[in-house]
């Protein structure tokens, strides 16, 4: 047997499996989205292109578009930051591999909670009469602050959650990136006169470029599926403040309407723009890495 | 332009010193080598002049200032590394300038300071390029740049060829001492080849397990080396060491090997004495029958080496070798008789390894 024949019979089962049930669930949502199902009647008509035509007139599918898209940038940003951030910290006052061993440990267990306990947890923390957050904050003469009704806040106070989780996280992966950073050009940067500031942002995280984006590009693939999340925290909520694509289409075709023709047409459309952006994204960033 | 002065210098790792009291002088201009074998803290004392490592104890001074507990960035010197150091992804020009940008200099002071240096050592062709697209010639060449255009008090070299082939590490060693002839700046360059240390040093600094064994200028360290570990260590072939004693005439006998020595040299031997004698291969030929000092073995093998060919002699049951042009004559198997001058003959106290002259 050649290698490459080995190759692919390794391959085919997987690749069948994952083909068939993208393949069967997509072509059933189009199948769906021409016609006008739903969940109360067992009748239905082919209507065309109707529910797509229908969706680019419906505003609350701009704005959960738009929520979708804020909560790409600010999760994707915030964990990147806060990962950056904390490890460079980290890299330039603890020393000691016990002492990192074990922060890196405690770091590792937001991410390894259910992110519904995840939710659970931090709703009630957030509670305005009950939660240790708004107790804090009433030692500084604040509040009591609605962090998940005020439509301001609530997408952000939802955010801070998942940036906890995986920011934490991701800290550990940048960190461990770090140490394994040869000491050379930081040496050499010592000795041209840079700061402590200046030889991460111009040396250390310069070199590190091409994980950090794979890891950006990872955080915006996950941030996708932050369903559970916003669904257990806020559903949706206050209003449609925090409503993102994936939770309207769910109050569209299973919660509210069960008008599931409508709601695969929305799926379908998301996948498109999602396929789009991080076929672009990718291009980018593979250029800006090289 | 600075003259460097450690004094005392103590490292230890945990309870273990690596250096331990060491104390040097480097002039004001000079080209000073470390040599040594690896571990003999060479690097070490090195890094520490550089900033780089702390020092556990004592005080080093450059161009008198006190530099001891100043950060690297601000003690003046600049430094090649061995693994070149260059920052992956930056462009040779941003990497040549990064320490004056860091200073915060103009543009306008920059941009002809790189001109010049990228001049001086051929790199205007690629000042564009990113290092991964450079020979390993060129990316040294680029360090030495970056080291140069900060116009530093004192050049620091830490194996700066060892990753390079020998056609090109010779022709580098070239460069670099051409280049500390028309600047003139204080350099330590540390390194573990002593053909290389020869070629290049005003003087070299011989270390061994975290002590200067011997300093002086490359000629004196090759003619009178202080000690068994220096003679041992400088020149190729080898130096050959034959255990003898004193026998009255000032004459050492090892065997059937019987050699008199320079009185004028080693004028404390006394009869009786052990001594070890050290030859230079170098210094020995080939000589006709009768003739005095004379060393009679067997041939056992022939190393062309080109010009000049090692042929290497079994006497009485050890091995000697010598160097000689006439190598083509002999074939293993011959009898032959090789000699030196007295006064190339080396002598050191078997125990404690020092050097025997003018004891």
Known sequence: MTRNTFVRLTLVPAIALLATLALVSIGGAIWFALSNRTLRSPDYDFVGAYNFLRLLRDSRFFNALEISALWEVITVSGTLGLAVLLSVLIYETVQKPLWRNLICFAFLVPVLLPRVAAAFIWRFMYSPSLGVINYLCGLLGIGPVEFLADPSLALMSVAVVDIWQWGLFFTVIVLKLMETLPRDPIEAAMLDNARRWEIHAYVTLPMLKGPLISLALVKAVESLRSFDLIFVMTGGGPGKATETLDLYAYQMGINMGGRISYASAMSLLLLLVTTIAFTIIWKAGKKWAA | ?359
Do not use: W
Not at chain 2, 43 to 52: E, H, K, P, Q, V
Not at chain 2, 291 to 311: D, K, T
């Open chain 2, 1 to 359: 332009m600075a003259n460097i002065t450690c004094s005392s210098i103590v490292k230890s790792y945990g309870d273990y010193p690596v250096i331990d009291g060491l104390n040097l002088d480097i002039p004001d201009h000079e080209f000073v080598v470390f040599l040594g074998p690896s571990g003999c803290g060479k690097s070490t004392m090195l890094r520490m002049i550089a900033g780089l490592e702390t020092v556990t104890g004592g005080r080093i001074e450059i161009g008198g200032t006190d530099v001891t507990d100043l950060p690297p960035g601000d003690r003046g010197v600049a430094m090649v590394f061995q693994s070149y150091a260059l920052y992956p992804h930056m462009s040779v020009a941003d990497n040549i300038t990064f320490g004056l940008r860091r200073q915060g200099l103009p543009k306008a002071e920059i941009a002809p300071r790189l001109t010049q240096v990228a001049d001086m050592l051929g790199l205007a062709p690629f000042l564009d390029r990113r290092p991964k697209n450079l020979s390993g010639g060129q990316q040294q060449r680029v360090a030495m740049a970056r080291a140069m255009i900060k116009t530093p008090k004192v050049f620091l070299f830490d194996e700066p060829l060892s990753n390079l082939d020998a056609k090109l590490r010779e022709k580098l060693r070239t460069e670099i001492r051409k280049m500390h002839l028309q600047l003139k700046t204080t350099t330590i360059f540390v390194t573990h080849d002593q053909l290389e240390a020869m070629t290049i040093a005003d003087r070299i600094v011989l270390m061994r397990d975290g002590a200067i064994e011997q300093m002086g200028t490359p000629d004196e360290i090759f003619e009178r080396p202080a000690s068994h570990f220096v003679a041992d260590f400088i020149g190729t072939p080898a130096m050959n060491f034959i255990d003898a004693t004193i026998e009255p005439g000032h004459v050492a006998r090892s065997g059937s090997i019987a050699l008199s020595l320079s009185r004028d040299l080693f004028p404390g031997l006394r009869p009786g004495q052990k001594v070890e004698l050290g030859l230079r291969p170098a210094s020995m030929d080939l000589v006709e029958p009768g003739a005095p000092n004379a060393i009679a073995g067997r041939v056992v093998l022939v190393e062309n080496m080109g010009a000049e060919g090692q042929v290497i002699t079994e006497v009485d049951g050890r091995e000697i070798s010598f160097v000689t042009a006439q190598f083509r004559r002999v074939k293993p198997g011959d009898a032959v008789r090789f000699a030196l001058r007295p006064d190339q003959i080396h002598a050191f106290d078997p125990v404690s390894g020092r050097s025997l002259l003018g004891a």
